[in-house]
C-alpha cells in the first residue's frame, strides 16, 4: 500500500515537472522577429486600368496661304457653327492692291466706252461720207452720159466714193480693234482682282461643320505656316477603352475615370464610365476585350482631344472614403478563405478577414480592428500562439 501510494506520488511529480518545463519553455523560447504595423482607417481607391483611343469624326483646318495671324476668333474647347471665320490672317497689303485694280478697272470701263462711243461717230461719219461720195459719182455718171463733164471728172468721182468706202471699212476695224484691247485689257484686270480676291478668301479660316474646336495651332502676330486647328463635329467625340472582360465584372456606369493623353505629357481628362459594350474582341494573344466608352466634359484638358490620340485611364471601380486597409503582402488566400496574421500580446493569431477590394499595393478588408498590427510579410510555417518581435525599421 505504501509502495503504490509512492509510485502515485511520483508519477505525479513527474507530469507537474514536465508541465512546469513545458510552460518555462514556451515562455522563454526564442522570439521570432516580424515585420508588423498597425492598420488605420483611410480612404481607399480600387483601380482597373486600360489603355484607349480618341475617336470622332475631325476636320484638319490650315490657311490655303501663308501669312501672319491677324485675327483668332475661337479658343480651344469653344462651339463654332458651319460658315463661322475662326481665324483671318494679315491682309492689309492684298485689300490695298484690289482697292488700286478695282479703280484702275472701273478707268478702263470708263475709256472703253469713250472708245467705243468715238468709234461709232467716226463709223457714223465715214458712213455719211460713203453715201455722199457716191451719190456724187453717181451725178458725175449721169453727167457725162450726157458729155457735160470729161472722163477724168468720172473718174475722179469714182476714186472719191471708193475712197470713202475704204475710209469706212478702215474706221470699221479701228473700233473693233479699240473694242478688242479694251476688251484685253478688262479680262487681265479682271484676273488679277479676281487673284487677290480669291487670296483675301483663302485668308480666312472658315468652320465647315457644327462643332468645337481643339487644339488650337495658330497665335496672333504669328506665320500661319505649317500651323493647324481642328474643328470635331458635333455628337461624334468620344473616349473608347479597352478593358480586359475578367475586369469587365468591376466596372459600373457612372463610375469616375481619369483619362491620360500620352501625346500631352499624361494631361488628365476626368469623366465617368458611360456605355459598356456586349460583344468582345479576342486579341492575338487569346484574352478578350470589351470596350467601354467614357463621358466627359470640354473643359481643361479636353480642349485638346483629336480623334486618334492614344489615351490610358484609371478607372475607380471602388472608393471608400474610410476603410481599413492593409498592404497586399499581408493577405494569404487560402482554400477556405483570406486571413491575416495579427500581433496580440506578442504572440501570432490568424484573423480570418473578408477582402471588399484590392489594388496593386493595398487591400481593403473586414475583421480586423483598426490599430491592429498585421504581419506584412507572413511565412508559410507560422503556428497560431508563437511568441514573436514586431521588428522596426
Known sequence: MNMRLVVLTAAAFSALGGAVAMMYRTQHAPQLSVNAEAVLKQPFDQITKANGVIEGRSYRLSFARAGTVEELNVAEGEEVHRGQVLAQLDVSGPTRQLALIERAEQELRRNAGLQALDGEVKLRDAARALQAAERAANAERQLYALGAVSLNDLQAAQRAAQDARDALQSARIGRDLAASSAARDLTTQQGEAQQLRDELRQSRLVSPVDGFVTDVGFRVGETSADQTLFVVQRGTLRIKLDVQESELVRIRPHERVDVFLNAYDDQRVQGTVGEITSQATTNAGGSSTLSVYVNFGRGGAARKLIPGLSVRADIHTLELPHAIVVPTGAVVRGGTGSYVWTVQ???????????????????????????????????????????????HD
Not at 473586414?366 to 490599430?371: D, E, I, L, W
Open 345 to 391: 500580446q506578442e504572440r501570432l493569431a490568424r484573423q480570418p478577414i473578408r477582402v471588399i477590394g484590392a489594388n496593386p499595393t493595398r487591400v481593403a478588408i473586414t475583421g480586423v480592428r483598426a490599430g491592429t498590427e498585421v504581419v506584412l510579410s507572413p511565412d508559410d510555417g507560422f503556428e497560431a500562439g508563437t511568441r514573436v518581435r514586431v521588428a
